[in-house]
């Protein structure tokens, strides 16, 4: 089955497996329009993970019972931290896409891209491949590894080699490339059909297919009160949080928030009034897609990358950056950036106050959140779903450790001056 | 409500708030008996996580909705897992732990602790800590942040000072003790309660309530048809798998499985027929546990720990091996013990064939299970669950990284290359 591909910026529809619309724009898969028309939160099925949402996604159903690794993306906790709403400004739930088998979000991602692959969804292809240093080299060599699908991990030559171990690991053929990151990324799109790779990179359609799941459970959470902690009363729950925040490098996720939330609105599961406003975080360091907000700018203009904590959403000229913008201003959101120390001082807060550890890449999030709310943009009052894309286990976390030595004779004493200080 | 605490070996009672027997052996909670006699997995609730099983647990009910962390442990995958099953030699089904909030099994045991000494279930105690170095010591200081339990983690005065960085982001109280581990293990247990500190070591009684969630969740999996793989059609579902493999260390999770085995045969949800047999599987090169089991001998004795890479699990003196060995034995199991090689090849196939990146310490539990499958313990039309109990993403994970540099202009030539060969 060809799966058609949509436009979101100029309409236009194929069903050539392509990544890009002869406009230039990035494509979405296109839902089928039956079950868009049938949907609502009782139909969902019983599947595990993000399969729940088959009937939504571009695949024949649920992967078989014994698809293995496949039935482990999706289907992570939304949790309601009133620890954080001081420090944030509103009411929180943090999203830990962490729990995931390669620690982060692009794990739906690359569970529906193989699935498609493996099912003869996506051309003439039998292998996969991508354009990433981090999270979703990691990902896509996983996924590529259960199902027994031959990947290429292309990386920037200057990658550090502790890196690409986590890579490794998967057994995928790794390739360093010397020259412009993003014109490779474009490149791979371009040719690997003809080789018969299917380019999963991170704005490309059937990533961003998968990636609808993350809102699809954030929103079902709501609205069947999964989540019963949201400020509606248990009766009547909310249908859905009043926003949404996501950190944004290459606008894919983004992209696929609007694709799910547009979707959702579609199918009469949401009325228009209830559609959350979706706030895409970036780095200050590098935050092309959040100066172009700000400019009122209607595409935007790469810009020269800066060192950042948030290393894995630096991306200086994201390709799905007009559609962000789009998303954001669709949803009557924003686009924001926000500086190291804000980061540091989230991740941390996310830690001591909520026991969760995330990468510095997802703690902007939260400190985006904190910025909107001193603005006055978000309300004390709002329910705000905070993505935590990634895990803090794979980063050293920086934390200061102070354990000074004490004998095991002089216990007794450390336990007695611990119980009179706490 | 004091919690009943009773020995598996000599059936004494208490509600003191200790870990151990007069006996001397470590002891469970005990379970309601009315909860017990009306159990069945229809009676299951749809509470997120290992909260479904709170019927079975010794708290009032599921934590509230606005718990935050707590609501993230338990609700792991079972992934059906063909692609290990030449390996292995049985019909391989993967636990995967490593899906917790801080990457391992721990956290259940953490959840149940915490929350019940924020319930002032554990008797006069306001604060927790652990003797641990390593996962439990991340997790424990994780969920203590959640409930903002103030936290004391003990640890042995040689560890790596990055081993204790992920530890001290939740911000707890770290001091270094040095002597002997296995003495300051049960010391803090004796003492403890009388500075208002539960330590929530391996073995104790709060932490094996929780930790029997990973069995129930594998047999539900089972009996429900959540997992059809099994060998059985699935109009008729297996109602628990053949056998369980763990990993053992302390002898805390393997006597947590027996706990929990024992509940669903008392409660009749499981035949006495249908009870997995345990199967536990050490490092040989700390392996006491498993030299007591071919030894036939009713307890274990203390071992000199030689280097392991699963460093993790290497106990020379294990608090709860003689309750381990009974576990074994009378699930008609085994205890047996696997070298660094072999731990070294399950890690790698469990990451290129299934995609999953296990920690050395959860490995030995796929290279166990083809040991037992080459001895014909166990056959090939068994299905096993293989628990793996943490995740790969805290350490490096030692794989060689071949990826030579080419140039963006060549990179068709790349991509052809690689179409050709794959």
């Keep these: 089955m060809p799966l058609e591909r949509v436009c979101y910026d100029c309409g236009s529809r194929t069903t050539t497996p392509v990544a890009r619309c002869d406009c230039g724009e990035p494509l979405w898969l296109a839902t089928d329009p039956s079950a868009l028309s049938t949907f609502d939160w009782d139909a969902v099925t019983d599947a595990p993970g993000m399969w729940r949402y088959a009937p939504l996604l571009p695949v024949d159903g649920v992967p078989a019972d014994d698809a293995g690794l496949l039935h482990a993306a999706g289907g992570t906790p ?72 031959p990947c290429l991990v292309l990386v920037p030559a200057d990658v550090p080699e502790a890196r690409l171990e986590v890579v490794a690991q998967f057994d995928p053929t790794v390739r360093r490339v010397a020259g412009d990151y993003g014109r490779l990324y474009e490149r791979t799109l371009d040719v690997g059909p003809d080789h018969g790779v299917a380019f999963l990179n991170s704005d490309v359609p059937l990533r961003t297919a998968g990636q609808k799941t993350t809102t699809l459970e954030i929103c079902e959470a709501f609205a069947t009160g999964a989540d019963t902690a949201s400020s509606a009363t248990a009766s009547t729950p909310a249908s859905a949080p009043d926003a949404i925040v996501f950190p944004v490098s290459s606008g894919g996720h983004a992209s696929a928030a609007w694709k799910a939330l547009r979707e959702l609105r579609e199918s009469g599961v949401l009325d228009a009034a209830d559609v959350p406003s979706l706030y895409l975080v970036q780095a200050a360091a590098c935050a092309p897609i959040a100066e172009a907000f700000e400019a009122d700018a209607e595409d935007v203009t790469p810009v020269e990358e800066d060192e950042t904590i948030a290393y894995s959403i630096a991306n200086p000229d994201p390709p799905s950056g007009k559609r962000a913008l789009a998303a954001a201003r669709d949803t009557g959101g924003a686009v924001l950036a926000v500086d190291d120390d804000a980061i540091r001082t989230a991740q941390r807060e996310l830690a001591t106050e909520a026991g969760l550890s995330v990468e510095a890449a997802s703690a902007v999030a939260l400190a985006g959140l904190q910025e909107l709310t001193t603005r006055g943009t978000v309300d004390a009052s709002d329910d705000v779903a905070v993505v935590a894309t990634g895990t803090g286990l794979k980063e050293a976390t920086g934390a200061t450790v102070e354990a000074p030595t004490v004998d095991l004779a002089d216990v007794d004493d450390e336990l007695a001056a611990f119980g009179d200080a706490k």
Tied chains: 1, 2.
């Design 78 to 149: 939304l949790l309601r931290t009133p620890a954080l709403d001081d420090f944030a400004g509103a009411r929180v739930h943090v999203k830990v896409e962490g729990e995931h088998p390669t620690g982060s979000f692009k794990d739906r991602g690359s569970a529906l891209g193989v699935a498609a692959v493996a099912a003869g969804h996506a051309g003439d292809v039998s292998a996969v491949g991508t354009v990433s240093h981090g999270n979703m080299a990691m990902s896509t060599a996983a996924f590529a590894a259960a199902a027994d699908l």
